[in-house]
């Protein structure tokens, strides 16, 4: 397979504090990792800083051969949109919009007609299994449903990587186990790469490598 990500001792200081301690990584085009480790050990800083939400102290990514952290916040904003893909342990959808519209939100950057964005968006909620939940707003859907709200505005975009950050921590074991089997069979089907941060061994065996970061640091990396 080919090398979709690289990371070049990567770091990241707040202050006198080094929260990512000369990070190397390399993943391959479909991947599935699960990058484990406790509060405070950094993986949540290390996934903002491969999605460049966040710049490194030091250091460089490297994404289909191409230097991210060299871009500046228009391209970095337009790799986002292209490439990635972002689920958040607390969902982050818009309370006043329906299923169908948070799923659509990020494709109004694009010069779609409203019938194309609310088909792809439809299309998204179906493979989730939320087909009949289109116009539910967030208060109406349950904690799993809106992680499964949040994984297909996550793929409106068909990313090549999917970032989640402690994905099931809100949701009950049924409901994480789901969600968990949404993520493999998108990795299986459609070839998305993804890398799970994770404090919790169940949600690691799903992942086809696993890796461990502590104080800073990350143990492996070529993946």
């Known amino acids: 397979m080919n090398e979709l990500l690289r990371c070049i001792d990567l770091r990241k200081s707040f202050g006198r504090v080094d929260v990512v301690r000369g990070v190397n990584l390399s993943l391959t085009t479909g991947s599935f990792t699960a990058i484990m480790g406790r509060s405070g050990s950094g993986k949540t800083t290390l996934l903002h800083l491969i999605s460049a939400l966040e710049a490194p102290t030091s250091g460089s990514l490297f994404f289909g051969g191409e230097e991210i952290s060299a871009l500046n916040e228009d391209r970095l904003a337009l790799w986002r949109r292209q490439h990635i893909g972002l689920v958040f342990q607390a969902f982050h959808l818009i309370p006043t919009l329906s299923a169908l519209e948070n799923v659509a939100f990020p494709l109004y950057p694009m010069r779609l007609a409203s019938e194309e964005r609310r088909a792809r ?4 909620l179906e ?31 068909r990313p090549t990587l999917i970032l989640a950050d402690e994905p099931t921590g809100n949701l009950d074991k049924k409901s994480g186990e789901e969600i968990l089997a949404l993520f493999r069979k998108l990795n299986e089907e459609e070839g998305v790469a993804m890398i799970v941060v994770t404090h919790d061994s169940d949600v690691a065996a799903v992942a086809k490598q696993s890796l461990t970061m502590a104080d800073g640091t990350l143990e492996g990396g070529i993946v």
């Open 121 to 124: 968006a439809r299309d998204r």
């Open 127 to 157: 493979q989730v299994g939320l087909g009949h939940r289109l116009e539910h707003r967030p208060s109406r859907l349950s904690g799993g449903e809106q992680q499964r709200v949040a994984i297909a505005r996550a793929m409106i975009n």
